[in-house]
C-alpha cells in the first residue's frame, strides 16, 4: 500500500513541477505597438529593440504569429533578449520607407536610438529563427566585453 502512495504522490509532484515550469515561461510574445515607448523603455533598460513589421493582408505575417511567435524558445528568447513591438506597415508608411523595408514578414532589431543591428526578411520558422536571435545576442554580448 506504501508504494501505490509513492507512486501517487511522485506523480502529483511530478505534475505540480510541470505546471510551475510551464507558467513560468512567457506563453506569448510581449508585444508593444507603441514605437516610442519601446525605444524609450530599451534606452533606459539598454536592451535591443525587436520589431516586426506586419500588415493584416499579410498571409506569412499571420502565419507567423500563429506559429513562429507561440513557439516556446521563440518566446523565451525575445522575452528574455529583447523588447518587442509590432508595427502595422500600412498604418506608418513613412516609418517603413526609412527603414528601407522591402516587403512582409520583415523584423529588425534596433538599438534604442533606432540604428538598424540586423534585418531578418520573410518567413521564419523557429528553427530558423532562433539562431539569428542567439547569432544577435552573442554580438551584443561580445561587443560589451
Known amino acids: 500500500m506504501s508504494t501505490h502512495f509513492s507512486r501517487s504522490f511522485t506523480g502529483v509532484v511530478v505534475a505540480a513541477v510541470l505546471v510551475i515550469c510551464r507558467s513560468s515561461v512567457a506563453a506569448d510574445v ?43 524558445q521563440v518566446v523565451q528568447r525575445i522575452s528574455r533578449d529583447f523588447l518587442a513591438v509590432q508595427v502595422d506597415a500600412d498604418r506608418n508608411k513613412a516609418l517603413v520607407k526609412d527603414l528601407g523595408i522591402k516587403g512582409l514578414p520583415a523584423i529588425l532589431v534596433v538599438s534604442p536610438d533606432l540604428k538598424v543591428i540586423d534585418r ?16 544577435i545576442t552573442a554580438a551584443r554580448m561580445n561587443q560589451s566585453r
Open 120 to 135: 531578418i526578411s520573410g518567413f521564419q520558422t523557429p528553427e530558423a529563427l532562433v539562431p539569428k536571435l542567439d547569432a
Open 30 to 72: 510581449r508585444w508593444s505597438t507603441d514605437i516610442e515607448d519601446t525605444l524609450s523603455r530599451a534606452s533606459t533598460s539598454n536592451q535591443l529593440v525587436l520589431i516586426e513589421f506586419t500588415a493584416d493582408w499579410c498571409v506569412y505575417c499571420k502565419k507567423m504569429e500563429k506559429t513562429t511567435f507561440k513557439d516556446p
